[in-house]
């Protein structure tokens, strides 16, 4: 196959599910939650299997791109494209759609996340490359996860018929994207089967979600239009400076993927994928202790605890627990949160409460 | 009546069940608990209704002794008796009752504690008055406190016969001094009645306990012989460094109290009195919020948190909690303890295995 597959890494959200740890400066792609590494070094490892580091793009803003590029040397400047403001992630798909229509108009673009966990690399490598063959025939390909359970957090794609078979996994229409859905609702689509979790992880011909755009966001693909034929230009500043600002902020799954016709999934299991979305979700892709604690901490004593996550970056600072059970404990200097391990979703009302007090110096 | 009513505060112990906030360096009476003021300054404070500074004594250490003077200014420095090393409770008293027959032969002598919360001062004044006239007759007097619950921490003591009315409270021949029950020990105690715990204050003339000492403990009365017959003289701080370090340690009770023949008790009630001597008895003492939170921390959030304790010294540090329940949170900066409300007797095993480890500078 010729050399056109790139890798389109998403690396510019905030997210504050793993707060305070992950702040408006640092948000989780930075931190090195899993390993000694960053998340966003570890995706970058990952896709050493299938992609060249030319062939590797960064979506991000200028607040991270310093810090982001000093974590991947291997990266050339110009391959971190930097959105001036955000707007959704339709328009960060699509400037790195337009960045390929102006340098390889045959590429096909895997657009992947920067702060997910993948534990089994092999698998996530064959999915990669099975999704291109299917990219290459034209199809708007995502990776779908087979739910462990009953998840409230994630969209979930209804499966249709089966449309392919590829390197031994087979793809189906997705019939139908739906968001988040309520506990009872996602009990319902576990029991009945015939449904995958949205994961954000696309493949296609950067002519196909031209394509798609200029359907269905005609006036986004009207900016990208003039963005690309700038790229590489004197004016492309300019350009970008102009035409970005106007663009309607979209989710490209509330533009595209809900709208377009062809869409195949390819529901993947075994590549125990996690997102990493919550303190909680730690216990799911770290090893526990024999107590089921996970002490991410330099200095620790306990008296029978159990279930409890303690991550403390003060190297000096002794953390002791007695009996504690459940419980979720990030210290991080400025900020102590001591938090329910069920209780882990609520941390947005905690920010919400920190907005409404001005104390944006917490956030 | 004439002048001779002397308190004496015991000042110079350690103790460990406030860590980590009481330290070998800044023990539990050094603290700020209650109230703004130590609890040795509120002992002070509430020992004015009786006594005038001069006949405050104080009973510390070495290194305890600068720290507390700068608390009580109020105080001569020759009030302040330094033990060279802790020999225990009877040694203790015994330095003070040396200073009595050495000053004022005739003197009754109250020793008290200084680490106590007594939230009704006015009743503790009537107790320390009517124990004085008891004192006075030639009683050794200890007041007791009359059991709320079935506590495990205090030692008992069980009352006899009715000895003699006073103020209208009646003084009881203690019976037999109980060391610290088990607990269903200490629920037959409570059910059967007739107990009172032990405060670890007495009452008693300075001569009458200088007998006791002299039947009971003969070695350490001539001891003290000698430290009280030197003092003031030139060559008192060499007699005190000759004899001191030869006493035996031993507590007042199990050498004078237990063996002692005319032992009286007033078991106090409506003193609210309370010996601090868990973070779990703040809640008792101090006032909590609608949620059953005592919230001693500059800046805290909290959502649907219950009966959790948060002592926070940093000033710029947020404490934030979520559906936290039965908790106790101590920061001090240098160790983060995080502790189930019923395992707070449990902090002895964290001591204990700090001093295993040697990590002295968190003791």
């Given at each position: 196959m010729p050399n056109n597959y790139y890798a389109v890494i998403m690396a510019g959200g905030?997210?504050?599910r793993l707060w305070p740890l992950s702040r408006q400066a640092t948000p989780k792609q930075m931190l090195p939650l899993i390993a000694d590494s960053t998340l966003f070094q570890t995706a970058l490892k990952r896709l050493q299997r299938v992609f060249s580091p030319?062939?590797?793009?960064?979506?991000?803003?200028q607040q991270q791109a310093a810090r982001l590029q000093e974590q991947?040397?291997?990266l050339k400047?110009?391959?971190?494209?930097?959105?001036p403001q955000p707007r959704g992630t339709a328009a960060a798909i699509g400037l790195a759609a337009a960045y390929l229509q102006a340098h390889d108009p045959g590429a096909v673009m895997a657009v992947l996340t920067a702060d997910h966990y993948i534990g089994n690399e092999a698998e996530f490598e064959r999915y990669l490359l099975a999704a291109r063959q299917l990219a290459e025939q034209g199809h708007?390909?995502?990776?779908g996860i087979e739910p462990s359970y009953a998840a409230t957090q994630f969209g979930y794609i209804q499966l249709g018929a089966a449309l392919a078979e590829v390197d031994g996994y087979t793809a189906y229409k997705a019939q139908r994207f739906k968001e988040k859905p309520a506990a009872a609702e996602a009990e319902t689509m576990l029991a009945e089967g015939g449904y995958a979790w949205n994961s954000g992880?696309?493949?296609?011909?950067?002519?196909?979600?031209?394509?798609?755009?200029?359907?269905?966001?005609?006036?986004?693909?009207?900016?990208?239009?003039?963005?690309?034929?700038?790229?590489?230009?004197?004016?492309?500043?300019?350009?970008?400076?102009?035409?970005?600002?106007?663009?309607?902020?979209?989710t490209i799954d509330y533009g595209v993927m809900e709208q377009a016709a062809d869409v195949a999934v390819i529901p993947a299991r075994d590549m125990?994928?996690?997102d990493v979305g919550s303190w909680s979700s730690l216990f799911e892709v770290l090893?526990?202790?024999?107590?089921?604690?996970?002490?991410?901490?330099?200095?620790h004593l306990d008296i029978d605890s159990r279930n409890v996550l303690i991550h403390s970056n003060g190297q000096e600072r002794m953390v002791v627990t007695v009996g504690v059970e459940n419980m979720v404990v990030v210290d991080t200097g400025d900020v102590l949160l001591i938090c329910s391990k069920e209780r882990a979703q609520d941390l947005r009302k905690v920010i919400e409460l920190l907005k409404e007090k001005g104390l944006q110096q917490y956030l």
């Open positions: 905030g997210g504050t030319e062939h590797v793009l960064v979506v991000t803003n991947a040397p291997e400047p110009e391959n971190f494209l930097l959105e708007l390909v995502t990776l992880m696309f493949i296609w011909q950067a002519a196909r979600i031209w394509q798609e755009f200029q359907r269905h966001m005609p006036e986004l693909h009207e900016a990208l239009e003039k963005i690309s034929a700038a790229w590489d230009q004197a004016d492309f500043a300019t350009v970008l400076a102009h035409e970005w600002p106007r663009i309607a902020a979209q125990a994928w996690n090893e526990v202790d024999a107590s089921g604690n996970l002490i991410l901490s330099e200095r």
